[in-house]
Each structure stands twice: as C-alpha cells, then as structure tokens.
C-alpha cells in the first residue's frame, strides 16, 4: 500500500499545469445580455453552441490598461468555423463588425475570421480532441468593458472559448470538474450510454464479483468496496474518452498527462477495495479518508466514489449485510 500513496502523491506534485476551469453558461444573444466572465486573467474554458446560422453568443470581461486580453476558440467539428469579434475601448482597430453584430458605442473592433486548421490537438484534462480556429492576445489600451462576440452567418456548430492564462481553481471548482465534464460530453453531442456506460458496467460487474465471494458483509465494508469500484469506472471511462480523443488527435506527450489520472484512477480503486477486505482498524479508516481526499484530487468516482470513502471510515455500524 505505501508504493501506491507514493506514486499517488508523486503524480500530484508532478502534474503538469494548462487546465481550465470549465463553463456551460446559459447563452447571452445580445450585449445587455452578454455573459460576464468574472475574472479575465483566470483560465476558463467556456463551452457554447449556436443553435443556428447568423445567431451570435456575447460575452463582457472588465479589464484594466495593460491588463492582457487573452482569447482563444476552437471547436470539436473542423466543418464549423466561426468568427471571434472583439470590441473594446482600447482597441484601435475599427473593422466593421459582420452582419447582426452590434459594438458598444465609442469601441473599437476587432474581426478574426476563423481559419480551418489542419489538425485537431489533444486536451489532456477531458480528454478530447479539439480544433483551434483563431486567437487574440493583446493588453488591455484602457480601462473598461470589453466584449466578445462569437458568430457565424451561415452555420450552427458547437464552440470553445478559452480566457485568462492564471491557471487556479477554487476548492468548490475543482471538486465539481467530473460533474461539469458530463456537461461538456452533452456538449460534444456524445450519447449518455457512451458517457456513463463504463462506468455502470464496472460498477456492476464488480458488485456481482463481490457479491459472490460472501467475503464483504458489513456495511462500511460495502461502503468502501463500491468507492472503489467507482473509482475503476471513472479508468475505464478515461481509457474510452482517452480512445475516442486520439482517433482524431495526434498522439502527444499531453497524453501523459491523462495516463497520471487513468493510474491514479485505478490505483485508488484497488486500494480501496484492499481495505475494504481489511481488518477495520483506525489505521483502515485513516487510510479510506486519505483515498477519498486524493479522490477528489484526481476527479475520480465522480464525487460519490470520495463521499463512499469518507462513510465508510466513520461509519460505527458493524452489522453485517444479508446474503
């Protein structure tokens, strides 16, 4: 058991950083409704849709002079290119906007055409394969509202825009990570049986398997077992969407990254269903607390997997279950 807290704790100092925290706002179609990304310098990765041809999704940051306006778009489907607009200001160009955009008065404009890319690149943290179809980088000329239009005049298509280069998150952000992720699945237009079958058929294979062996019987000992078959779901799902993501993407050293939750993933269900089989000592139930917290760490069980973990270290009832 001491290897695996080793490798897992390895991996947490090593990983690499380029996370963003991920949104699945409600869309905002005009400036008064433009959605507000609260801070411009943090890292988020917004994830829209326009629903149809000449439709327009908007978006308002405050940023201060020399404050960096950092804007990137992709999109999962290379047969969709839109367009990024920026208004602003401190922007000095005044482009006109396309069709059914409207500028704040007094802004200047930017218009970035998307360019169809080549190839698709592998984002680890989902995974999934992405295309990035335009970019803009510049600070802030002074200070104010600034606004993002995401437009196109003649298609509909699912989009990315990813702000900010401050990679943090806050503790209720990355907790929620594999919940909002389920999210962004819906949002690459996967079938739920795709999104949740792994991890339902390891969940119930593995409680037949457990349930045949008479060897679990007490309640915690359940609690703990079922942990940690969530957290061998949570593999198999990230060896599926792992799969999915390369068909199209390049493999790249950012699979690397993947591979650290995949084997943390799975490192903390067996141990989970090790201890499970245990004697139930303090030491057990110290040890169920600490694979729940590197649960959450990883984003693995989906929340519940962790919440298991904690049950079942203070869970007092030792009454055995029927079999």
Known sequence: MKWIYAFLLFALFSMPSGAHVPLTPSPGNNLSSAVLISDPEKTYAIYG???????ADYYRLTLNANQMLDLQ??????????TLVVMGPGIGAKNVPPDKIKAPEGSGVIVLPGMRPESAWYEPFSPMSIYQVSNYSLPAGSHGSYYVAIYSRDQAGAYTLATGSLEEFSPREWVRVPLDLIKVRLWQGQAPPLIFGPMVVVIIVGLLLLWSSKRWRSVHEWLAAIS??????TTATIAVQTSIALNLASFSSDVLVTMIFLAASLLLGLAAIFLSAREWSARVRV???AIGVMGL?????LVIGPLLAFLSAIFLDGRA???
């Open 228 to 233: 940690g078959l969530t957290f061998l779901g």
């Open 287 to 289: 040890a169920m607390v």
């Open 321 to 323: 279950v029927k079999q």
């Open 49 to 55: 849709t326009l629903h149809n041809p000449g439709e």
């Open 297 to 301: 760490v990883f984003w693995s069980g």
């Open 73 to 82: 778009l992709s999109v999962p489907d290379p047969s969709f290119i839109p």
